[in-house]
């Protein structure tokens, strides 16, 4: 299992400041505020990274493009939830760390024709980033924050420079 960026500490503190638009209050307040924010937007695609943020966006009939989960919250283990896919893949992606195996697998899934459910065998925060690098400009990224809400990123030129120099820090950070 090559890992290609390791988390430093001083990002680790970094990365708990939402990557896009925080969308604050209950399950069902966030998902009506969500489908405005579709349906004014039109993205081409979304992402959604995270097993409750996941299970909401399905069972609110967004029908995400790839679904990232680990079938864990906040870090405890619980039951996969059912969520609607065309292709379940498999990845190891151990915590704090990004595998050139989770890479590939976003990359394929964005790709491809099909709706994919990439279950990870470790722990799929970090995963956030490289989904918004590889998306389809205008698509939305979107997870949990946790006791906050969802945060939504809007895929841009600009916010993928500013992901692809986090990741650099976490390359270098990888090399020490």
Known sequence: ?????????????????????????????????LKNMVETENPPSIISVGDTVSRNLTQNRFQPK????????????IAPAQLAAD????????????????????????RSSQRVKMV??????????IAITQATEN?????????????VVKVTAAKKAEIAEILKTMENGSKN
């Open 120 to 129: 990870v065998d470790g722990e799929e925060d970090l995963l956030t980033l």
């Open 1 to 33: 299992m090559a890992i290609r960026y390791s988390l430093t500490p001083e990002l680790r503190m970094a990365l708990k400041q939402p990557l896009g638009i925080l969308i604050r209050g209950s399950f069902v307040e966030t998902m009506k505020k």
């Open 87 to 110: 292709i379940t893949v498999r990845v190891k992606n151990p915590q704090g760390a990004i595998t050139e195996e989770a890479m590939s697998t976003i990359g394929h899934a964005l």
């Open 66 to 77: 790839l679904i990232i989960v680990d079938n864990k919250c906040m870090r405890r283990n």
């Open 139 to 151: 698509s939305f990224v979107v997870y949990g924050q946790p006791y906050e809400g969802i945060v």
